[in-house]
């Protein structure tokens, strides 16, 4: 069975610092993503990855996929980034996917304090 | 280019009733994904619809159940609704299944009392 662990669960930072949260899963897969989801509920898709690394803006993810293992790094953090960030992904048909659709990490509640 | 819109946002019903939400996908996606959220489970992937046929299916009772059109709009219907069903649903579009980059709607939050 196709298991998402995410840390820390829950992170308090001060404004400018930089964060990271992990994301390990235990099968094969054929892609990860990367959402952030705010009080209220919406979710927006932060980063797909099936190998490497992707930026945009302050937001950086990375994947190793030998390791099973993703990171999401926020740089110069600021308090409109307080949200729920949550690690999905998609095992490979070999992995028994195909059939589940993605399998989610319970999520990261980040609070960035002025 | 406008975003997914779920119908309705909010909704209250009481057990053994069922109900019907709607997901209109973003212009050009053929995927609609249908996921539930839940304080306990957090979220869990309920079914995927693609050109009009259920791809893949999650673990869920049969009272759970969906339909996409031919023009990618989606529906999903829970029959006998149970408390544990109270929950947010939310839907997602894509170009073409969950390998591609994931467009959530709102959501629609349920309430079973």
């Known amino acids: 069975k196709n298991e998402v662990e995410q840390s820390p669960q829950n992170l308090t930072a001060q404004e400018g610092e930089f964060i990271t949260i992990n994301c390990s899963y235990s099968?094969?897969?054929?892609?990860l993503h990367w959402l952030q989801q705010h009080p209220g509920g919406g979710i927006v898709s932060l980063f797909m990855?099936?190998?490497g690394k992707k930026k945009h803006g302050r937001l950086i993810a990375t994947i190793n996929i030998q390791e099973k293992h993703s990171s999401l790094h926020i740089t110069a953090s600021h308090p409109r980034d307080s949200a729920v960030y949550i690690c999905?992904?998609?095992?490979?048909?070999?992995?028994?996917?195909?059939?589940?659709?993605?399998?989610f990490g319970k999520g990261t509640h980040l609070i960035i304090q002025p | 280019k406008a975003g997914v819109t779920q119908t309705p946002r909010y909704l209250i019903k009481t057990r053994g009733q069922q109900v019907t939400l709607s997901c209109s996908p973003i212009s050009g996606h053929r995927s609609v994904s249908w996921y539930q959220q839940t304080p306990g489970q957090g979220l869990q992937f309920l079914f995927e619809?693609?050109?009009?046929?259920?791809?893949n299916k999650g673990n869920f009772p049969g009272r759970f159940s969906g339909r996409q059109f031919s023009n990618s709009r989606s529906e999903m219907n829970v029959s006998t609704l149970e408390l544990g069903d109270s929950a947010l649903y939310l839907c997602?579009?894509?170009?073409?299944?969950?390998?591609?980059?994931?467009?959530f709607g709102p959501g629609t939050r349920l309430t079973v009392t």
């Open positions: 099968v094969g897969i054929s892609a």
């Open positions: 999905a992904v998609e095992p490979t048909l070999l992995s028994g996917g195909g059939a589940d659709g993605l399998t």
């Open positions: 990855l099936s190998s």
């Open positions: 619809y693609f050109s009009e046929t259920q791809r």
């Open positions: 997602a579009s894509s170009l073409a299944g969950v390998t591609y980059e994931q467009y």
